[in-house]
């Protein structure tokens, strides 16, 4: 097997006609013959191109509604053959086989005919069998096969085959390879999960997971790891299927905050009122809901300004130019939003650094997905946390019920706390965050940090009294003892809403009867790790 080896033959077969001509048309000036199926040989015909038709090669016509036309000793043996093997010369030489040196396929639009709702059986008529078999075939080949499977290799091939006077390289063809081996996975586990959920089987014997390169970064989360970004083919509105409009490129940091402050954000319809939603490493430092989005921005700033500096925004409507020109007042590193006017981008765009993302929607809280995590030696997979509770779902458990103004902030505390790394305690007051105890090991740890930090901001605004003075608070789980309870009693909280659930429940209650307090249980815990 020598490195270099021409192409004399190709076999084009695909579902996206795009570049098709000018690809047949360099290929041909390098003298290659052309063979193709069906609508690309049609294409390749009408531009004036000389095919032949692969149902000329095997002698068996397309049939089957086209299910059956490449699945043949005659195209894979033209593929599979070791040109180097004295035998497979021999057999190929026996029967009439010619070789195939470039395959160019594109697979038929399965996950795009999921994304558009198709019915199962239109699902099933878009699973490409022919073109997968052709693709492991020539990629197994490829000391001597080329294999394209996405438009954009178009260049890069006929850029080699110049380079190299109509040949191709092993190095290049090992690259070309591994393509199409990736894109034959991820086109299987597409299929695989997609059947998976068509019969609402919860947990399959094995479970794929694939993606397509966004971009590579410039490192993950620190300067020594290598890091890329992928996209999983949802159409889900998000930091994934956003456009950018300005500013540096994202960082990993950046992509991970980006999207737990956007996921945050559309927990409050705009239909409801503007919402904003600050976030300082994947945890909420201020949220907020008010009559403006201006008034949003800022009461969701003076939860804890200090975190708010280098921090993510996320908005739950289009940016307007009087929240822009108070947003451009600190350094901020990302605002993402459905939206945005002319005036807000024109005042953004002195701040070239500031990334503006616009997504053209908010994603549903409610959308069921699955989320992973990698750990040592398997992967952990789980229903995305889409667990609303309403007022009706609320259960009063003791002797002072919550005013309905209290029962709106529980709520909303209660949506934030979802988002907050465990254990997670949110004091909210009048639609704003006044507090935030994230990630720590003891609840009455976060609800003393909360505290802390609704103390410290009343200071700053030179309040005479803390921030959670009358404020709502939330936990994400059960108290397990009433020191945490009582810790957010003494911070100036006058209502709780927990999930309930620990043995230790009616000690609990007692406790928050005994210092006044209003409580709701949830019977729903938001771990989030």
């Known amino acids: 097997m020598t490195d270099l080896h021409p192409v004399r033959r190709a076999l084009l077969s695909v579902s996206d006609k795009t570049g098709l001509i000018e690809l047949g048309q360099a290929l041909a000036a390098h003298g290659v013959e052309l063979l193709s199926t069906g609508g690309t040989a049609k294409a390749l015909r009408d531009a004036g191109l000389q095919v032949k038709d692969v149902s000329d090669i095997t ?14 000793p005659m195209v894979h043996g033209g593929l599979l053959a070791l040109r180097g093997n004295d035998t497979h010369v021999a057999a190929m030489q026996e029967h009439g086989i010619v070789e195939i040196d470039l395959l160019v396929v594109n697979l038929y639009p399965f996950e795009e005919t999921v994304a558009k709702g198709a019915d199962y059986n239109t699902c099933i008529e878009n699973i490409d ?51 199409a081996y990736a894109r034959t996975a991820a086109y299987d586990a597409a299929v695989s999960n997609w059947m998976a959920n068509a019969l609402e089987l919860k947990a399959p014997r094995r479970r794929a997971v694939a993606g397509q390169l966004a971009q590579t970064l410039r490192y993950g989360e620190n300067p020594h790891q290598d890091a890329a970004f992928y996209l999983d083919g949802s159409a889900r509105a998000g930091v994934a299927t956003a456009t950018q409009i300005q500013g540096k490129e994202l960082s990993y940091n950046n992509i991970n905050d980006t999207d737990a402050a956007f996921e945050l954000v559309s927990e409050f319809d705009a239909a409801n009122g503007p919402a904003v939603a600050i976030i300082k490493h994947a945890n909420p430092c201020g949220v907020a809901q008010a009559a403006t989005l201006t008034e949003a921005y800022q009461k969701a700033f003076d939860c804890d300004r200090t975190s708010a500096f280098g921090g993510i925004v996320a908005l739950n409507m289009p940016l307007d130019a009087t929240t822009a020109q108070e947003i451009v007042q600190i350094f901020t590193e990302v605002v993402i939003a459905p939206g945005a006017s002319d005036e807000a981008k024109a005042i953004f765009a002195s701040k070239k650094n500031l990334r503006l993302l616009l997504t053209d929607g908010l994603p549903n809280p409610k959308d069921i997905g699955m989320t992973t995590r990698q750990v040592s030696g398997g992967m952990l997979v789980q229903d995305k946390d889409v667990g609303h509770r309403a007022m009706d779902d609320l259960k009063v458990v003791t002797k002072v019920a919550p005013t309905d103004a209290q029962m709106r902030d529980l709520l909303f505390a209660w949506k934030v706390a979802k988002h907050v790394k465990s254990n997670a305690i949110v004091y909210v007051k009048d639609g704003q965050t006044v507090g935030v105890g994230a990630g720590q090991m003891s609840r009455l740890d976060s609800a003393t940090i909360a505290g802390i930090k609704a103390k410290r901001m009343s200071d700053v605004l030179e309040l005479d009294e803390s921030l959670a003075k009358g404020s709502a608070v939330a936990s994400d789980a059960f108290f397990p003892f009433a020191d945490g309870l009582l810790e957010a009693a003494a911070a100036g909280a006058t209502c709780v809403i927990q999930p309930g659930g620990s043995m230790r429940d009616n000690e609990v209650i007692a406790a928050a009867d005994e210092a006044g307090l209003a409580m709701v249980f949830t019977g729903m815990r938001h771990f989030r790790h």
């Open 59 to 72: 002698g068996f016509p397309e049939m089957m509604d086209g299910r059956v036309k490449t699945l043949h």
């Open 129 to 179: 069998i022919g073109g997968p078999a052709m693709i492991r075939a020539a990629s197994k080949n490829h000391g001597f096969v080329n294999v394209v499977v996405d438009v954009e290799d178009y260049d890069a091939l006929l850029a080699e085959l110049d380079a190299n006077d109509g040949q191709t390289s092993y190095k290049f063809r090992q690259w070309l390879s591994q393509n």
